[in-house]
């Protein structure tokens, strides 16, 4: 049986969304370049230059997503959630940007919703738990309802809930805060992030 369909012995309720071998079970939407590869080891990889969205072919609402990352000099990349496949998943969906936020090329510039953990353009980390660059981070998101919360390497930055926000023009931009569903994946930016022990929750 594929892992897809597998419950983790260690963590009862979850299974893994990932087989180890290839691409079975996720669609992916906008490719651009070689899109993402699978590595030994049971990793998800974007391709360098290349990437797109790479979103589970299952759709689901309330959930806990668990998740390791690792991220190359300046790497850029984000975690779809009740994504679409249509859009901007940033704005359809949902994005929780997973960023090497303290590399050279950012600094200046960067928004505080653009750091690892945010709520991609509306509600930043409200912490930095971000290992140095090069090693494996995890993430434990939970998503229930309107509220949404974010664990990075056991600790929570973001604990946000989108029934706060009022602001018109920030909900005609974001389409995505009124979705109660939709798939989960992995949002390419052209550099090659690493995914690994992928596995969720149904709640």
Known sequence: MAAAATLTAAEPGFVS??????????????KK????????????QCADGGGGNL??????????????FKLPPGGNNGIGLRAPL????????VEIQ???QDHEKYKGWLKDWQRTGSFYNVFPATGDALKPQGQWNEYEITVKGTKYQVV???????DADTST???PEILKKHPGLQR????????????????????IKTL
């Open 165 to 167: 926000v009022k602001d």
């Open 152 to 158: 990075l390497n056991g600790k929570k930055i973001l």
């Open 17 to 30: 969304l990932f087989n180890g071998k290839d691409l079975t079970g996720w669609t992916l939407v906008s």
């Open 180 to 199: 109660t569903s939709g798939r989960v994946g992995f949002l390419g930016h052209n550099d090659p992030v690493e995914f690994r022990n992928i596995r």
């Open 55 to 68: 979103l589970t072919d299952k759709e689901y609402s309330d959930f806990v997503l668990k998740v390791e």
């Open 98 to 100: 997973v960023l090497d």
């Open 33 to 44: 370049g070689g899109g993402y590869i699978v590595r030994e080891g049971g990793i998800i």
């Open 86 to 93: 249509s859009g901007d998943v940033a704005y359809s969906g």
